[in-house]
């Protein structure tokens, strides 16, 4: 059986986290906003009714919380961005699998409280071309796969062409690169460094 590792949808975990970083950077927080972030859940009970359970919280910056990944912490910052903002941002950065729960008439219905922690499900690839977009300042180039076809004679009778569209503001692109780069320094992305000092960004997932 073959299966291909890039189109394959699997829960993210915590690169989602970024999502929602890039969120709160566009509506004009900064890495250093220092915010009361506690993880608050709507669930529903026996009775079809909903009871509601907050799980401590904390105060820290988006970045400190980032290079922690403390998970309380961006279950509040996800309520802060609003997921319905956060969803939008990665369909706008490149993630096309849908983040929310349908309904019985096929339609999207509502997005997760834990959707921050990445519990809905996101191909690689997706999660690739969302990122690129951060790295290339908030320009969106989508995927593909054949660069260019030559004839026997070498002649080109196909090359692909790009269409960049800009999806995010540049500043919130590079204060997302800049938590990203300080991830990988000093957070849970140091096993990420390469050893030649070339500079790296990235998130744990």
């Not at 829960?11 to 250093?32: H, R």
């Not at 834990?114 to 990122?131: I, K, N, Q, W």
């Not at 196909?158 to 991830?183: E, F, G, K, M, W």
Request: aromatic letters at 8%; a negative charge.
């Amino acid at each position: 059986v073959q299966l291909n590792l890039t189109t394959r949808i699997r829960q993210p975990g915590s690169t989602m986290k970024t999502f929602v970083a890039a969120t709160l950077f566009e509506q004009g927080f900064v890495p250093e906003n220092t915010l009361y972030s506690s993880c608050t859940f709507d669930w529903p009970n026996e009775a079809e009714e909903t009871d509601t359970t907050t799980y401590g919280g904390r105060m820290g910056s988006i970045r400190s919380m980032t290079l922690s990944s403390s998970n309380c912490g961006y279950i509040g910052l996800g309520q802060i961005a609003g997921l319905e903002n956060v969803a939008d941002l990665a369909e706008r950065v490149g993630v096309r699998t849908s983040l929310y729960h349908f309904g019985s008439d096929g339609q999207p219905q509502s997005l997760p409280p834990s959707l921050p922690l990445g519990t809905r499900e996101v191909s690689p690839l997706d999660m690739a071309s969302a990122y690129a977009t951060f790295a290339n300042e908030g320009v969106y180039h989508e995927p593909y796969l054949i660069e260019r076809i030559e004839d026997p004679q070498g002649r080109v009778i196909y090359q692909h062409r790009s269409d960049p569209r800009r999806v995010l503001d540049v500043n919130s692109a590079r204060l997302v690169t800049d938590v990203l780069i300080d991830n990988v320094l000093s957070g849970t992305g140091t096993r990420a460094r390469i050893e030649t000092g070339q500079p790296a960004a990235g998130k744990t997932g």
